[in-house]
Every structure is written in structure tokens, then in C-alpha cells.
């Protein structure tokens, strides 16, 4: 991986600052944003362990509220001891991440304290009116780049194509503008909770954008890791494309072009998807939507999620769409692993299902899965 060991800029100024002893996540970050660490192991409670191990960004995000918007804030976000309204609006107005990375198990979490407060939805929300997909700036946010795409029909069985490329087509955009506001952040993220059980708050459809500094999120470094190991272990040979023909050569996968989708031989949950091609272009588009219709009208999934795994930004822009050679050959020049962009598409159960489809098992041992995904293939007409 490229992650190294934390690099220290300066030393604590008095001996007892030698002492000191973090007490928050939000210390935690603020210690690594001055770059106040130098020598861990004397200067604070903080081991060279630690540093061989983690990596910590912080960075604070501030949202523009409307007037309108004020008096919900001020019920969402007060605390006990608030002493005026200021004080919520305040806490909802500026919000800091904090982000901590495993270098090694590539676990990474988001500490935000404002979305222990975030609103949860407590029945059937009103339509939103507007256009089909208004943007917005979430009130609790995941990290601190962090917008919403909001759709003006909510049922995902009103989904078509059309409605996903618009979704597609906006998500780039907001990752281009965003990045020129902020040019250290080339680290793209887009996802989809359907609903409660996938993990959304609120009742109406809608998805989020990330854009990440310094580092990236944690799942894809897990497979960047995976990949540069496997290309190690296997001269000459790409993981992405060896999964896709693993799936092809047994009949689970559908391709469109230079894209693929196929139903996973390791799911997480019953009905899995996933989709990839080393170029953003129609036909990468197409295979998620096959993912999505099959999801919602072949199997009758009422909630999912959909994450879209995006390589870092290239001069502040999603990678240029060229022959797939040209990419890869491009990577090796670098010596580096080739990644290409990834759907990930998963259906969580029934919206009136009280039972949770995450345990244990699932958490710390494996998945345990029903549903064949060779009998998926064969339902979808991609086995004969």
C-alpha cells in the first residue's frame, strides 16, 4: 500500500505536555493535524505501535442553513446545558470528522459526534418537490466532503436507466466541483442505502458523495491491498480481471462491452452483485442498472444498498475513458496495482422484516448465505 508511517513535523513544547493523555477521538485528531507527534513513544500516551498501525486525518466541513431550516436544527441538535438556540445551530453548522485508518487490515472508521444526534425518520415522510435530483448537504454528515443526491420518487420499483445515468452523471459532477474547492480531496465515494433495513434514516430515496483527503476510504484500500498481493503472488496477472473470468467461465456473469456484471461466489448477503470495468463510460452504467433491475423486479428486493468504488480523481476528474490496455499499461509504467471502478450491489431483506440480517457470524466469523448464486445465473438467463 502507499500508506506509510506517520511522519512527525514538531515536538511537544513543554515537559508536561510529555504527559499528556488523550482523552477523545477529536484530540486524537487534532494531536495528528498539527503534527505534534514526533517522537510518540516519549511525548504522549500515544506507542510506536500505534503509529506503525494507524493513520488519523481530521478535518472540520461547514453547511449552509437555511433560515427555514433553523427551528428543526435547533430540536435536532440541542443538548442539555445549551444555554441559547445559537448553541445547536452552531453544533449543526460546523462539523468535524474525524477518520482513523488500519494501515494493515485497511478497517477504517468515521467519528462525527453530530450524527448521534441526526433525525430518524418515525413514519411516512411527505414527498419532496423539485426536480427529480436536488442536491443537499447532509445534516449529520459521514465525513466532511459529504453531500446527497435526493430523489423525487422514493419507491426503488419507479427506478429505470435513465434515472441511474442522471444519478451517475451528477455524482461526477459534484466529485470535479468539489475537488477544485478542495484540491486535496481525490478520493471518490458513491452510496445508496434503499431504505431503513439498508441503513437509511429517512424515508425518501436518496444517495450520498464523498470525496476523502489524504487517504481512502477503507474497503477499497482493502482490495487495493488484496490486489497488489495477488498481482505479487501472480506475476503478470490483474485480480479484477481474473475475478471476472472466474465468474464468466462458470456462467454467472453478463458483459456489456469491456464491463461485467455477475452474481458473487462470496456474498455477503443472499443476493449479490457485483460490477466492473476499468473505464466510466455507457457500458459500466449498463451493467449496474442489469444489477439493479434484477435486484428490484427479477427478486423483488424492497431494500439494497449500492456502493460505487471510483479510483482516486486524475486532474481533478474521473479517469479518462481509453482502451482498457491503455489503462493497465498505464499502472505498470507506474508500478503500480491497476484498480478499476467497482459497483457493489446487495439486497438486504424485506422493508417489514423485524429480524436483522447482520449477526455475529456475519460480523467476526463469515456470511451465511441461502441463495445460490449458480441458481441466480440461471434465473437471469445468464446460465443456459
Known amino acids: 500500500m502507499r500508506c506509510k508511517s506517520l511522519q512527525i513535523h514538531r515536538r511537544w513544547k513543554t515537559q508536561n505536555m510529555s504527559q499528556k493523555t488523550i482523552r477523545s477521538i477529536q484530540e486524537l485528531g487534532e494531536l495528528f493535524t498539527r503534527g505534534d507527534v514526533e517522537d510518540a513513544a516519549s511525548n504522549c500516551k500515544i506507542s510506536e505501535p500505534f503509529n506503525r498501525i494507524f493513520r488519523v486525518s481530521m478535518k472540520s466541513s461547514k453547511m449552509a442553513i437555511p433560515k427555514s431550516f433553523e427551528e428543526k ?172 473470468s472466474a465468474h464468466k467461465n462458470l456462467g454467472l456473469a453478463k458483459t456489456f462491452g469491456d464491463a461485467c456484471v455477475f452474481t458473487h461466489l462470496a456474498p455477503f448477503c443472499g443476493y449479490e452483485f457485483k460490477a466492473v470495468s476499468w473505464n466510466f463510460d455507457e457500458n459500466f452504467k449498463q451493467a449496474i442498472n442489469e444489477a439493479l433491475e434484477a435486484l428490484i423486479f427479477k427478486f423483488g428486493s424492497e431494500c439494497f444498498n449500492l456502493c460505487i468504488h471510483f479510483p482516486p480523481l486524475q486532474n481533478g476528474k474521473l479517469r479518462e475513458t481509453v482502451a482498457v490496455e491503455e489503462v493497465k499499461n498505464s499502472f505498470q509504467e507506474a508500478g503500480d496495482v491497476g484498480m478499476p471502478f467497482m459497483a457493489h450491489l446487495v439486497d438486504r431483506g424485506a422493508a417489514k422484516n423485524s429480524s436483522s440480517d447482520i449477526c455475529g457470524m456475519r460480523i467476526y466469523g463469515s456470511a451465511i448465505v441461502n441463495e445460490d448464486p449458480f441458481s441466480i445465473a440461471q434465473r437471469l438467463g445468464w446460465q443456459r
Open 73 to 244: 436544527l435547533t430540536r435536532w441538535f440541542h443538548l442539555p446545558g445549551d444555554t441559547d438556540e445559537e448553541q445547536s445551530i452552531k453544533r449543526a453548522e460546523l462539523q468535524t470528522v474525524v477518520r482513523v485508518f488500519d494501515r494493515w487490515t485497511c478497517n477504517q472508521t468515521c467519528f462525527n459526534a453530530a450524527r448521534a444526534l441526526k433525525p430518524l425518520n418515525n413514519g411516512e415522510a411527505k414527498p419532496i418537490n423539485g426536480v427529480d435530483l436536488p442536491l443537499a448537504s447532509n445534516v449529520a454528515k459521514y465525513d466532511a466532503l459529504h453531500s446527497m443526491v435526493v430523489f423525487k420518487e422514493h419507491p426503488p420499483s419507479h427506478w429505470d436507466k435513465k434515472k441511474l445515468v442522471d444519478l451517475l452523471d451528477l455524482c461526477t459532477k459534484w466529485f470535479e466541483i468539489t475537488h477544485k474547492n478542495h484540491p486535496q480531496a481525490i478520493y471518490p465515494l458513491m452510496n445508496w442505502n434503499c431504505r431503513a433495513r439498508a441503513g437509511a434514516s429517512q424515508h425518501h430515496g436518496h444517495c450520498h458523495m464523498l470525496l476523502a483527503e489524504n487517504f481512502h476510504y477503507g474497503q477499497w484500500e482493502q482490495l487495493r491491498q488484496a490486489a497488489r498481493m495477488y498481482s505479487l503472488e501472480n506475476p503478470g496477472c490483474n485480480y479484477f480481471d481474473d475475478l471476472v
